[in-house]
């Protein structure tokens, strides 16, 4: 209703205007055209000149004002080794375009006013001048060459695969609509087969049981990566086009049916520190996370690492989330042990009719069995947990003996 | 050769019919081309009307696109308010929550996003652009009766007009609009069972775009022959005005360009239609696993960007074109360095067939072809930055007057530098990974091919309204306009720089599923309000457009900017032909202002004596 009332009153305004138009027509008129044009014409000059610092200044002190939101200053430092460089360049960026921009508007609206119509001034006749055309080629060319060539080294080195027989982490996005799986390889690290013609309501990723990789993989529902590895996402869709994009990471990549692909990146802060430097940066972040809770926990504190989703894929495009979590390498192996016994195929598939593997004796289970009997002389079993939720987290304190201790910031 | 002598009698006649040195040898014309109503005002084969045609049926999309973009901005920047009030309009595209909250269903948001995308781009920004001023300023800058072929400049208006229709159509499907975004990236638009939009919906959307295809190519066609073959005697081609330079070589784009999105919208069809598996492989979508095997979806951004690249110039490149001409006229002065102007615009046209894989950088391409990409677009910053920097020049000692052409025209300047400098972020494809499908990227492309087309787009309007109409728009209402547009236009797309640098993707619905970009409440809002204001200065255009046709003031003389120019040496309302008598020959170029101490002198004036062409 409100918005009928403005648009309302816009229209109405519009026809003040109008009727504005008509009236100063008429006074220019009476007037005589000339003066009235002269007249119209200084003020035209004087509204540029005055555009120029207010539209400056409003650039300037709004990138101020919003600075402490902006991925790369303020306290969102990127969190992962190649963002850094990234942020880099496009500081370099920002500071020769900043010149230019600046440059070429005070320029733009100072000659403008300078060399508005006078009485009695006339226009030089300047066609050309090559000197100065030849020097604004050259310039431009050299700064763009400056830029392509440091650009493409960092995306030379950041888009490069792994080298085989590289140590690190390997795992798997899946985009659907509306949502992410992520899968893990288990402590073989290879993911195993996966074939779209296998996905059915009992096998969500469509992996193919025969292939024995796939028996230790498992489907992470938050994102779990260990701090300063290498992390090799394979990213992929099963209807349309999705993107895999970590913004803390800077890590953006499309999630193609068919086509794999893939995305190499070292995380090198943990979620904890990224929290701590929140914290240290103060303002909003020492804020209570939620307005109605005044006493609850603070922002910082309930920070998560995010993953969305960056190409439109449908109605439920905006709301395709999943958290990240970095976390220190012993944490993570520590995490490994335990979720690992989430396999698909150890609860879903082993010992059905469709299970290939069956009668056979398997490695993972072996181990499993061993684990299980260490765990038996435990006072309590671990809880199986992988969300980093504050709940959770605070359920993991009450498990005293637990093998695993998800700190907690509070 | 001196200049002819007139008896006083003949000068008043040259007056009231243009330029003629042989006007009463034989007065053709009027006979021949006498013409009823349909044939004049509707199945016209006169160059003019066809461009008020193109500049009307684009007025009407430029519209629709805004009020579009209204009702998605209302969504964005107050996501609490309900938009109930909008059920009448939109019916069942309002969900109204238990608490009796109207919000848009998401769905339809997507739509209105991508129709908004489409029309704008190819029913306002190219139709309604380079049509229009391509079909006015063609014939008449270089001396010619109307187009080589003027049935088929008619044939272009009818098949613009059909693609309207049927995208127009396709807003009252049950199923929704196409949904899926202007790129129409497959598999999204190719199955239906994705988007309710992909359904019949996305069909209408091909056959629009097909049809539009036939009418740039019919247009462009009869563009490139005109200026070719049909200039007067003397009118090399560096003695044509930049404007023609720039409709030239967009048809010379377009031309090559269209036929390729053709290709890969048909493709898409058959996809769609009969089972092809071009742009589809592996896909498991409801439950069941597709039979296609082996397309790529990748091929079709290919083919869409083999398009979609030269596109954004397309619709800058007139512009440019009007906005040097402008600059030149109001300045008094001869444009700065016209041959480097003239070989920026072929250089920047050459270039954006070599650069549409930027797009793509993030799309999945293997990353070593990006090298090429980032190095060609990054080089389009060179011919670009000497055109804006000749353009400053333009105005540097000269004596400007402000009409409202030339301050359309310094708006489009400052537009397209903030806009164009946003792109060298963009075109550098480390960078991009951050910001690729961000709202810098629509803050940037908003900016520079939105914004900026739209300025010279009003420049080239209030300019040569009265070429059009023989009237002037009022002066004051179109100040107004320029003032709460510049300003208005910076309010709504600079912002978004910085929530594109806070990572905030685009397309989303709604910001709150994520932490990270769930700040920019007030920004958003922010951004609507300005939104709203912005559209309303766009309808006082309006009413100053079709006020004026019969109540501006009326033009007195052929020659109301002191232009050196052929079209200001017609009559105040050139009949079907343009001139009445012989055709004017061209002495020489576009851009004698202030020589010789002169205010400025006519194309059609011979050389003095001792005179040399400067350019």
């Not at chain 1, 992470?220 to 290498?230: E, R, S």
């Not at chain 2, 930055?385 to 400007?400: C, D, E, M």
Request: net charge negative; proline share 5%.
């Amino acid at each position: 209703m409100n918005f009928l009332i403005i648009l309302l009153c816009i229209i109405l305004i519009a026809v003040i205007i109008v009727q504005i138009g008509k009236v100063s027509e008429l006074a220019s008129s009476i007037r005589g055209e000339e003066a009235a044009e002269r007249d119209s014409n200084n003020w035209s000059a004087r509204l540029l000149l005055a555009f120029l610092p207010i539209f400056l200044i409003g650039c300037i002190a709004s990138a101020i004002y919003y600075y402490p939101y902006m991925l790369g200053y303020g306290p969102h430092e990127s969190a992962s080794v190649h963002g850094l460089e990234l942020d880099h360049l496009f500081n370099i960026t920002l500071v020769v375009t900043g010149i230019v921009f600046i440059l070429t508007h005070i320029a733009l609206f100072w000659f403008s006013y300078k060399y508005a119509a006078k009485e009695g001034q006339k226009a030089a006749f300047i066609s050309h001048d090559n000197t100065l055309e030849i020097v604004w080629t050259v310039v431009p060319a050299i700064t763009m060459a400056y830029l392509v060539i440091n650009g493409l080294i960092v995306w030379n080195n950041t888009m490069a695969d792994v080298d085989p027989g590289e140590d690190i982490v390997e795992v798997e996005a899946v985009a659907s609509q509306f949502l992410w799986e992520l899968r893990h390889p288990g402590k073989d690290k290879v993911l195993g087969a996966r074939d779209y013609k296998l996905i059915n309501a009992l096998n969500p990723l469509g992996q193919d049981w025969r292939d024995e990789k796939n028996i230790d993989d498992f489907i992470m529902d938050t994102l779990f990566l260990p701090v300063d590895k290498k992390v090799r996402v394979r990213i992929t869709a099963k209807d349309v086009l999705h993107n895999f994009y970590l913004p803390h990471f800077r890590v953006k990549m499309d999630a193609v049916p068919g086509i794999p692909t893939y995305f190499v990146f070292t995380p090198d802060k943990t979620t904890e520190e990224y929290r701590q430097g929140l914290k240290e940066y103060g303002g909003m972040w020492l804020e209570p996370a939620d307005p109605e809770e005044p006493d609850g926990p603070r922002r910082w504190e309930t920070f998560e690492y995010e993953l969305a989703c960056a190409e439109l894929c449908g109605r439920g495009h905006y709301s395709m989330h999943k958290f990240v979590r970095v976390v220190p390498q012993e944490e993570y192996e520590a995490w490994l042990n335990r979720v690992e016994q989430t396999s698909y195929y150890l609860n879903n598939v082993r010992g059905k009719k469709n299970d290939p593997h069956k009668g056979k004796q398997l490695d993972i289970e072996k181990r499993f069995y061993e684990i299980e009997a260490a765990a038996a002389e435990e006072v309590a079993a671990p809880p199986v947990t992988q969300e980093p939720t504050t709940q959770e987290a605070t359920a993991v304190e009450v498990v005293k003996d637990s093998v695993v201790v998800i700190e907690n910031a509070h | 050769m001196a200049a002819v002598k007139y008896t006083e009698e003949e000068e008043l006649l040259i007056l009231e019919e243009g330029h003629d040195p042989h006007f009463h040898d034989h007065h053709h014309g009027d006979d021949k081309y006498r013409m009823s109503f349909i044939s004049h005002y509707i199945f016209s084969m006169d160059h003019k009307m066809i461009a008020k045609q193109f500049l009307v049926t684009g007025m009407f999309w430029g519209i629709m696109g805004g009020l579009m973009s209204l009702v998605f901005r209302l969504q964005l920047g107050f996501p609490e308010e309900s938009l109930a009030w909008l059920k009448p309009v939109l019916g069942k595209w309002i969900t109204i929550s238990e608490t009796g909250v109207g919000s848009l269903d998401p769905e339809f948001y997507y739509a209105l996003v991508t129709i908004h995308g489409t029309v704008i781009v190819f029913f306002v920004l190219t139709a309604g652009l380079s049509g229009t001023f391509s079909n006015l300023l063609i014939p008449l800058q270089c001396g010619a009766r109307d187009m080589a072929s003027p049935f088929l400049n008619m044939l272009s208006y009818w098949f613009f007009f059909l693609a309207g229709v049927v995208m127009f159509a396709s807003l009252f499907l049950s199923t929704g609009p196409f949904s899926g975004g202007w790129t129409a990236y497959p598999p999204l638009s190719a199955l239906p069972q994705a988007m309710s939009g992909s359904g019949a919906g996305m069909t209408l959307w091909a056959v629009s775009i097909i049809l539009f295809v036939v009418s740039v190519l019919l247009g462009g066609v009869n563009y490139i022959t005109t200026v070719l073959n049909m200039r007067t005697k003397g009118m090399s081609m560096f003695r044509l005005p930049l404007t023609i330079w720039a409709f030239f070589i967009t048809a010379i784009i377009g031309l090559l360009s269209f036929p390729v999105l053709f290709s890969g919208v048909l493709l898409l069809i058959f996809d769609r239609a009969i089972g092809t598996s071009f742009y589809l492989s592996d896909i498991y979508i409801g439950g069941q696993a597709l039979d296609y095997v082996g397309g790529s979806p990748i091929l079709y951004q290919h083919l869409f960007w083999f398009l979609g690249h030269p596109e954004v110039y397309i619709i800058i490149l007139p512009a440019m074109g009007i906005v040097s001409e402008v600059l030149s006229v109001n300045s008094r002065k001869p444009i700065f360095g016209y041959k480097a102007m003239v070989y920026s615009i072929a250089a920047i046209a050459f270039l954006s067939f070599i650069v549409w894989a930027h797009h793509m950088f993030m799309s999945g391409v293997n990353p070593f072809i990006s090298n090429f990409f980032v190095l060609f677009t990054l080089i389009i910053a060179v011919p670009s930055a000497v055109k804006v920097f000749n353009w400053i020049s333009t105005l540097y000692k000269g004596n400007i007057r402000f009409t409202n052409a030339m301050l359309f025209a310094i708006g489009f300047v400052s537009m397209f530098i903030s806009g164009g400098l946003t792109g060298i972020f963009l075109g550098n494809s480390a960078i991009d990974i951050q910001l690729h499908d961000t709202y810098f990227v629509v803050a940037h492309f908003h900016i520079v091919m939105g914004v900026a087309a739209f300025f010279g787009m009003f420049s080239g309007v209030y300019h040569w309204y009265p070429k059009m109409f023989g009237r002037f728009m009022n002066p004051v209402l179109g100040k107004i306009h320029f003032w709460v547009t510049m300003i208005g236009a910076y309010a709504i797309f600079w912002p978004m720089h910085y929530t594109g640098m806070a990572g905030v993707p685009r397309r989303y619905y709604r910001f709150d599923s994520f932490e990270a970009f769930s700040y920019f409440g007030e920004i958003n809002q922010f951004i609507t309000i300005a939104a709203v204001v912005v559209f309303a200065a766009q309808v006082l255009f309006i009413i100053n457009f079709f006020y004026s046709i019969w109540n501006g003031k009326k033009q007195t003389t052929v020659n109301p900017w002191g232009a050196t120019t052929l079209e200001w040496t017609t009559p105040i309302e050139p009949g079907h032909g343009n001139w009445p008598g012989a055709i004017p020959v061209v002495h020489r170029w576009a851009y004698d202002y202030g020589k010789d101490g002169r205010d400025f002198i006519p194309q059609t004036e011979p050389l003095g004596e001792n005179e040399s062409e400067s350019h």
